[in-house]
């Protein structure tokens, strides 16, 4: 759930590393070459004094330049660190190192059977390691943001009245899938 504003967010990670926003600016710059994102001193204005939210891009590129969680500088209550794969522990590099050893556990595993997570793994098996890495990294930040749509996803149908009938309730769940 959002406790607090991006613009909160800045301005305790300037106050904690001392930095000012020419100096965030200058963190984003190798951010915004690379990815072809401009950033400026009006939009950091801007995202500190709380008149305007990053957009996507930039607050990608702001999550980059400062190491933190993009979910975290918008707020929400998830761990502040970046998940990157340096920061994996030891035996799950050997996974993609080795897209054997990886195929052995995962023939293992009770999800075997799925045809979709088969094709994907079909494809991970044609990407270099960098590559694969990349998207065990995407794939992390997919994972909080389902775990934020999970938490924010309001259950109004539900509260609509009191008691109902086990087919209304089914009528629900099912418009909310």
């Known amino acids: 759930m959002e406790k607090e504003t991006t613009s909160n967010r800045l301005r305790k990670i300037m106050s904690e590393r001392n930095l000012r926003q020419v100096d965030i600016l200058n963190l984003a710059v190798p951010y915004c070459e690379k990815y072809n994102v401009k950033l400026n001193k009006s939009d950091l204005s801007q995202y500190c004094s709380g008149k305007t939210e990053p957009n996507q891009d ?5 999550g980059e330049a400062l190491n933190v969680n993009e ?39 009770k999800l075997r059977g ?26 992390q930040n997919l994972l ?34």
């Open 58 to 62: 930039k607050l990608f590129i702001l």
């Open 71 to 109: 979910a975290w500088l918008m707020g929400y209550d998830v761990p502040m660190a970046r998940i990157a794969f340096k920061d994996i522990p030891q035996n799950f590099h050997s996974s993609f190192d080795n897209i054997e050893e990886f195929k052995a556990a995962y023939d293992k595993s």
């Open 114 to 139: 799925d045809k979709l997570l088969n094709a994907i793994i079909e494809n991970i098996e044609h990407l270099n390691n960098d590559n694969r890495k990349r998207l065990f990294e995407y794939s």
């Open 144 to 177: 909080t943001n389902q775990q934020m749509e999970e938490e924010l996803m309001p259950n109004a149908a539900h509260e609509r009245r009191k008691p109902y009938t086990a087919e209304e309730r089914q009528a629900d769940e099912d418009m909310l899938d």
